[in-house]
C-alpha cells in the first residue's frame, strides 16, 4: 500500500502580516485614498496660461534592469528631471509597510497630490496618482471597471485657474480594444469633467486606428503637426502607450523623455507636454 502523499494547509495570515488589511482593502477598491499638501508648499498661485504637464507608467517602481525588488528612487530621480507643473503617475505602489514612495516624493518636489486605489497588490496598494504644483480644489474617482478580468481607474483633479477650472484625469486604460472604448466613452462623457480638461496616462494605444483611440482622436484633436512619441518598451520604444489629451486646451509641443536614467527605471518612457490653456 502507497503511503498517502503530505497535503500541504496554508493558513492564510500565518507568515502574511499584511493579509487582514489587504483584504480589508480589497473589499472596498477602488476608492480615492490620498489627497494631501506636501509638508512645505510653495508660494500659492494659479497656472499660468502655459504648463508643463507629464504622464508616466512607473511600473510597480521596478526597474528593468534590476531582480532586486522595488526602487522607487530610480523613478524618483527621473520624475524629477522632467520639470513638469502636473505628473499623472500610472501603477504607483503604496506599500503596506515602510514608507511611503509616493508621499516622500510629492514631500521632496513640494507638489500635491491625489490618488487613486485601484486594486490591491502583493506589496500594497497600486493605482493612479496626480502631484500638480498648485493646490487640488478638488479630486474623485472615476471607476472604469467594465470587464471582470480587469480593474481600472481615473483620478480627476480640479485646479483653480485665473480663467476658472482646469480639470485634469489621469488613467490607465484596459487592454482589450472593446473596454478599452468604453472607457474612453464614460470619460469623455462625464458630466464632472467641465470647462478645460486634460487627460493623461498609458492609454493601451498599441493597435493604430483602434476605436478607443479614434474616439480620443475625433472629441480631443491634437494639431496636425503632434506625433505620440513611442514609450514602449522603454530601452527601444516602438509603442505610442502613453499619450496627453485635451480640451479647452492647445497641445503646443509632445515629447518622450529619453534619458538614460529614464531607460532604466521603468519598461515605459515618459512623456512631456507644454500645453497652453484658452
Known sequence: MRPSPRVRIRRIG?????????????????????VRAPIYPAAPSAPS????????????????????????????F?????????IALQEAVRPFAGEDPLVRLADRLRLHIAYVTTRIHRHGELGNAILSRWPIVGA????????????????????ASDAGPLSLV???LALVDRTRHRQ??????????????ILLGDMNAWRAGDRATRALEAELPSPAEIDWPATFPAARPVLALDRI???GAKLIEVRAHQTPAA?????????????KLL
Open 140 to 159: 474623485s474617482l472615476l471607476d472604469l471597471s467594465f470587464s471582470r478580468m480587469e480593474r481600472r481607474t481615473a483620478v480627476a483633479v480640479q485646479l
Open 78 to 86: 527621473v520624475i524629477s528631471e522632467l520639470g513638469a507643473d502636473v
Open 184 to 197: 474612453v466613452r464614460h470619460l469623455l462623457d462625464h458630466p464632472q469633467l467641465q470647462g478645460p480638461v
Open 14 to 34: 500565518r507568515d502574511d502580516p499584511h493579509a487582514e488589511r489587504r483584504e480589508a482593502l480589497a473589499a472596498v477598491t477602488p476608492y480615492l485614498a490620498l
Open 49 to 76: 496660461p502655459e504648463i508643463v504637464v507629464a504622464t508616466y507608467n512607473v511600473h510597480r517602481w521596478t526597474s528593468v534592469t534590476t531582480r532586486r525588488g522595488p526602487d522607487p528612487e530610480r523613478a524618483h
Open 170 to 172: 489621469a488613467t490607465h
Open 263 to 275: 531607460r532604466r527605471a521603468s519598461d515605459h518612457l515618459p512623456v512631456v507636454a507644454r500645453i
Open 245 to 247: 489629451y485635451a480640451r
